[in-house]
């Protein structure tokens, strides 16, 4: 875990999803990989053409960009593929409980969060897969809003899915906590709106928030 900002008047926490609030290296591998096999079916690409495309994409945008990274929905339109039919393709292709099972140290930990935070979903995934994966974990009760792709229609990194993760839990971004496990996507926004910001490694991370807040 590393902390880069705790709100002094902390009121709502943003958890990224996936990677986040589950580690599993196979499904985390799946749902990115199962898109772009998709791509390569539609555009006569084998797999590995389309990996290779992908990974060389990229790599460019990092070289261009002070080594930022970008999401895949990102990736998919510079190739063409419209926010829309990404949304369609997660939505039928991804079946978290194929992967996930129930968390009950996750439970614990977001019912210690809940009594003190409101706590809000913002995810590069549509609502549809973003939900099936918190029910998967047995969390859905502690997160009733999430702010998906499918919500405005762009992908992290941006600020309107993190502007309206403050509106829905009704106080300022400089009263929320985003936490998430890849910075450039889930942290360094939020921090240059004002927000806070605590970078995990994965679940085993997120178990250690309430220690690390209270």
């Given amino acids: 875990m590393k902390i880069y900002k705790i709100p002094q008047e902390l009121k709502t926490i943003i958890f990224d999803i996936d990677s986040t609030l589950y580690t599993n290296a196979q499904y985390a591998f799946e749902q990115v990989d ?108 502690f997160i009733p809003k999430i702010i998906a792709l499918d919500t405005l229609n762009v992908s992290k990194p941006a600020r309107e899915p993190f502007a309206l993760a403050a509106k829905e839990t009704d106080c300022s971004i400089e009263n929320c906590l985003s936490v ?9 926004l939020p921090l240059e709106m004002g927000a806070g910001a605590v970078e995990v490694d994965g679940v085993e991370d997120v178990y250690k928030l309430p220690s690390a807040l209270f």
Avoid: M
Avoid at 97 to 125: G, H, M, P, W
């Fill in 180 to 188: 998430g496990d890849r910075y450039d996507i889930d942290l360094a």
């Fill in 34 to 141: 199962v898109q772009v096999r998709k791509y390569a079916s539609l555009n006569g690409l084998t797999d590995d053409e389309a990996r290779k495309k992908v990974s060389d994409y990229r790599k460019f945008w990092a070289q261009t960009h002070d080594g930022q990274k970008i999401s895949l929905a990102n990736t998919l339109l510079s190739f063409g593929v419209p926010i829309s039919k990404s949304i369609k393709w997660r939505e039928t292709l991804i079946e978290p409980a194929d992967f996930l099972q129930k968390d009950e140290r996750l439970i614990e930990t977001l019912s210690i969060l809940e009594k003190k935070y409101r706590l809000i979903c913002v995810t590069n995934n549509p609502q549809l897969p973003a939900r099936k994966t918190l029910d998967a974990l047995g969390v859905s009760s």
